[in-house]
């Protein structure tokens, strides 16, 4: 497929920094797929064409390689040293080829300046949020932050999310029934769904346990808020005798977003398998990395697409749910993030296939997938150190 006219202009005649060499070049937002080569000048993106010649400060030989926009991870959990469950976002993510992550519930309104001070701003990559209607924040798997219904504080989540637009793109509900209380989940949600109202920001809803079937929480849903953990195989999953059934497609017939969210319990390989078969991808591909999968079975984002793209998922599809959809649900396409377009900030992750890996589910049933490890990751055009996977030796 051709790259669009204005990503080529000049590639021939400009002094670059760096050119990227013979890789597969795969920018589903551009409409790009195929052998080209990448510039980068002043840690933008500088040219994209079939072949950039004349003086380059380095050229990167990519040939058998994949050239990516940066990774945006949806759903992660990086609420280090505070929640017990946070992982480290550099670590977890950046490190391994993602350039932007959205936190997925870990901070609440009372726990966001802590967030904020220590995750956000030290980091060296955009970070977002989700940011939890409890005011506690996910602390601790153990202790459901909405047990105590009075905890869901609408004043206080309204107030940090106007004061802090940059970073809090939605709000996230645990509808897991040893979170909410079962006779009170619908009018938790109900709330929560106010709240996303108010402020003009989507909903997610984590599925897996929840207290009645997704028949019952889905016709709450507005276009454009996410249930998360689609492909869990916990009780009330999007299945029904093996199909998708009707009550879900129709969800995301209106504009419900479903993302996959890996996560320590919630990627069954007997659910995804047969929804996958059916078209019925994720709109959003995620890791749900958080402190207790990091070292498996999630390891890392480019871990958990790789199982995607084993049980059926076509490639190029999976990569666009984890570039440019998730950048443009969190609002920072505008920003770069997402696409290779020349004039955006060069945030870049080429990743190399080395051969195949068994790789398990929640359950622990196995597959094999193509390991993908990240070999050359740029952020706004610096250079990231990357680490092994986590994987090796386990």
């Not at 504080?153 to 509808?175: H, S, T, W, Y």
């Not at 909410?180 to 809803?205: C, F, H, N, Y």
């Amino acid at each position: 497929m051709s790259a669009p006219a204005d990503t080529r202009s000049d590639a021939a005649s400009a002094v670059h920094d760096l050119v990227l060499t013979g890789g597969r070049v795969l920018d589903p937002a551009n409409g790009i797929d195929g052998r080209y080569d990448v510039a980068v000048t002043d840690g933008r993106i500088s040219a994209v064409a079939p072949s950039i010649e004349g003086p380059a400060t380095e050229r990167i030989d990519c040939t058998g390689r994949l050239v990516l926009p940066g990774l945006v991870e949806g759903h992660t959990h990086i609420f280090e040293h505070v929640s017990k469950v946070g992982a480290n976002p550099v670590e977890a993510h950046l490190r391994r080829g993602v350039v932007a992550a959205a936190d997925a519930g870990t901070a609440g309104a009372s726990t966001f300046a802590a967030f904020k001070k220590f995750v956000v701003e030290p980091s060296g990559m955009r970070i977002l949020s989700f940011l939890n209607v409890s005011v506690l924040g996910l602390i601790d798997f153990r202790f459901g932050e909405l047990l105590n219904p009075d905890t869901l504080v609408a004043e206080d989540a309204l107030q940090v999310a106007e004061e802090n637009p940059e970073i809090v793109k939605g709000f996230k509900i645990r509808l897991s029934e040893d979170v909410v209380p079962s006779d009170q989940w619908r009018t938790l949600l109900e709330k929560s769904l106010a709240i996303g109202e108010q402020a003009g920001l989507p909903l997610m809803v984590h599925i897996g346990e929840t207290p009645e079937p997704l028949t019952e929480v889905l016709p709450y849903l507005r276009p454009g808020d996410i249930i998360a953990h689609c492909y869990t195989g916990k009780p009330y999953n999007i299945l029904v005798d093996g199909k998708v059934q009707p009550a879900v497609a129709e969800a995301r017939a209106r504009g419900v977003l479903f993302d996959s969210a890996h996560g320590k319990s919630n990627l069954s390989f007997d659910v995804a398998r047969p929804a996958i078969a059916e078209g019925f991808l994720p709109d959003i591909a995620s890791s749900d990395t958080s402190g207790r999968n990091w070292r498996g079975p999630v390891f890392d984002l480019l871990t958990s697409l790789s199982k995607l793209v084993a049980l059926g998922a076509p490639l190029p599809e999976i990569i666009k749910r984890a570039t440019i959809d998730p950048a443009r649900l969190l609002g920072i396409a505008d920003e770069g993030y997402g696409a290779l377009t020349v004039g955006n900030p060069a945030h870049v992750t080429v990743v190399e296939e080395v051969g195949e890996q068994l790789l398990p589910d929640a359950a622990g049933n196995s597959i094999v997938a193509p390991r993908y490890e990240p070999v050359t990751v740029l952020h706004a055009g610096a250079p990231v150190d990357i680490v092994p996977w986590r994987g090796l030796g386990a």
